[in-house]
C-alpha cells in the first residue's frame, strides 16, 4: 500500500511538473480555439443577417422598378451599395438601377451605379454589368472608356457579346478593318460554342433561333463593312 502511495505521488508529481511547462500553453491554444469558434459562428450570423435585410431592400428596389419611380430606385440602391455592398443583392441592385435610370433618361446616374458594380460584383454580375457600362459609353462616343470596360478576360457566356461590341465600338471610331476582325471572331466563338454543344439543353431551340438571329445580325454588320478585307 505504501509502495502504491509513492507511485501515485510520482505520477501527481510528473503530472504537476507537466502542467507547470505546458499548463498555460494549453490553456491559451484552447481560448484561441474558443475564440475562433466565436468568431467564426459570429460571422456566419453577420453575413445571414446583412444577406436577410439586403434582401428585403432589393424588394422594395424591384417594387420601384416596376412603379417606375426613379426617386425610390435611387433611394433603395443607395442604400443597397452603402449598407450591405459586400452582398450580390448591392451588385443586382446596381444593375437593375442602371437599367431603370437609361430608360428614365437618366443615363449619368446609371453610368454610376454601372462602374460601381465593374468595381464591386462577381463573375458574371461583373461581365454583365462591363458590358452594359461599355454599351452606356459607346452611346456617349466615349470610345476609348468604352473600349477598356472591354479589356481583360471575362467569362465565356460574355466573350461572344464582348467582341460583338468591340467591333461596335471600332466600327463607330471609322477603324474598318479591325471593326470585321472583332466581328468574325465573335462568329467564330459562336460557332464553336455551338459544335461544343453548350447550347443543348430544355431551351435548345429557343437558343438555336437565338444564336441564328445573332450570326446574321453580325454578318450584316461585317457586309455593312464592306466585308473581309
Known amino acids: 500500500m505504501a509502495a502504491y502511495d509513492l507511485e501515485e ?22 481560448t484561441v480555439i474558443a475564440l475562433v469558434v466565436i468568431a467564426w459562428q459570429g460571422w456566419n450570423w453577420y453575413q445571414r443577417n446583412q444577406s436577410g435585410q439586403a434582401s428585403m431592400i432589393y424588394g422594395v428596389l424591384q417594387k420601384a422598378v416596376q412603379e417606375k419611380d426613379t426617386q425610390r430606385i435611387k433611394a433603395a440602391s443607395g442604400e443597397l451599395i452603402e449598407k450591405y455592398g459586400r452582398t450580390s443583392y448591392a451588385s443586382l441592385g446596381a444593375l437593375s438601377s442602371a ?38 459609353l459607346l452611346d456617349e ?26 467591333g461596335d465600338i471600332l466600327s463607330a471610331q471609322g477603324k474598318k478593318s479591325e471593326a470585321v476582325v472583332a466581328y468574325q471572331g465573335a462568329l467564330a466563338n459562336l460557332a464553336e460554342l455551338e459544335k461544343s454543344g453548350k447550347t443543348a439543353g430544355a431551351g435548345q431551340d429557343w437558343q ?14 461585317i457586309d455593312a463593312l464592306g466585308g473581309a478585307k
Not at 9 to 26: D, M
Not at 141 to 166: C, H, N, V, W
Not at 208 to 221: E, G, P, Y
Open 208 to 221: 438555336s433561333q437565338s444564336n441564328a438571329v445573332f450570326r446574321d445580325l453580325i454578318t450584316q454588320k
Open 9 to 30: 505521488q510520482e505520477q501527481i508529481a510528473e503530472l504537476k511538473a507537466w502542467w507547470k511547462v505546458y499548463g498555460n500553453r494549453l490553456v491559451n491554444a484552447a
Open 141 to 166: 462616343k466615349a470610345y476609348d472608356q468604352a473600349m477598356k470596360q472591354l479589356e481583360g478576360a471575362s467569362s465565356p457566356a460574355f466573350e461572344i457579346r464582348f467582341q460583338d461590341t468591340r
Open 99 to 136: 437599367k431603370a435610370m437609361v430608360d428614365a433618361g437618366d443615363n449619368q446616374t446609371a453610368k454610376a451605379q454601372l462602374l460601381w458594380a465593374v468595381d464591386h460584383a462577381k463573375d458574371e454580375l461583373r461581365d454583365l454589368a462591363r458590358l452594359r457600362a461599355a454599351l452606356l
